[in-house]
């Protein structure tokens, strides 16, 4: 595996600190931007050259927050992969977050073995949801009683690609779903562009939203 490149943005200095070391203690795993609020974060990646991997967030700080961080942030970088890291875990923040693309939501006080797994599982596989944020995703469908979605005849999703959508949202990764169909990791990546295309989603936490979302998938 390549070595991870992280940027953490938190106004708490020691937390920041403290989480730095953490860090670096992992295999591959090199912390290269780190910043008190959104507004240094965005300033410092428009003067570097190396763009982080993953985004350790938390959403209270002064200046810019973590929710309007996460909005300019997924309009200019992209690529960046968003962990929220926060003491504040209500159900309404952590379904906003997940809408607007959050990769992970995940309470300041995680263990530091699940911490380390959703750090890899969000490099590898673009999302990593707990059963905690699942059950609360879910407890949100039930009751705003959703209808489920009519997704695959509208926009023309085969059953092929909602069978690896399925996959995707049960956090199997690209090699697993390609070894579990019997096709090429090359195939499983195509054809999760063209879900990202069909859906308008613009990262595989995006597809994972949605699919959750309108009841398209079964999750395990």
Same mark, same amino acid.
């Given at each position: ?146 209808? /489920? ?10 059953? /092929? ?60």
């Amino acid at each position: 595996m390549n070595m991870i490149n992280v940027a953490i943005a938190d106004d708490e200095a020691l937390f920041r600190k403290g989480l730095k070391l953490l860090i670096e203690d992992f295999m591959d795993i090199d912390v290269i931007l780190e910043a008190s609020n959104g507004q240094e974060l965005i300033q410092k990646l428009h003067r570097t050259t190396v763009l982080p991997n993953v985004l350790l967030l938390d959403m209270k700080m002064p200046k810019l927050d973590g929710i309007e961080t996460t909005k300019y942030l997924q309009r200019q970088y992209p690529s960046v992969k968003i962990i929220i890291l926060s003491t504040h875990f209500k159900k309404s923040f952590v379904l906003h977050m997940i809408e607007l693309g959050a990769a992970s939501y995940l309470p300041k006080n995680t263990e530091p073995n699940e911490f380390e797994r959703a750090m890899l599982e969000v490099v590898d596989n673009g999302f990593y949801y707990t059963n905690e944020v699942m059950g609360i995703v879910r407890e949100d469908m039930i009751s705003k009683n959703r209808v /489920r979605s009519r997704v695959s005849m509208n926009n023309h999703i085969s059953s /092929r690609e909602l069978e690896i959508l399925e996959l995707i949202c049960n956090q199997y990764t690209t090699s697993e779903i390609a070894g579990k169909l019997y096709i090429s990791p090359r195939t499983v990546d195509g054809h999760r562009n063209n879900l990202l295309s069909k859906l308008s989603c613009k990262n595989t936490a995006g597809l994972v939203a949605y699919a959750m979302q309108n009841e398209i998938v079964k999750i395990y």
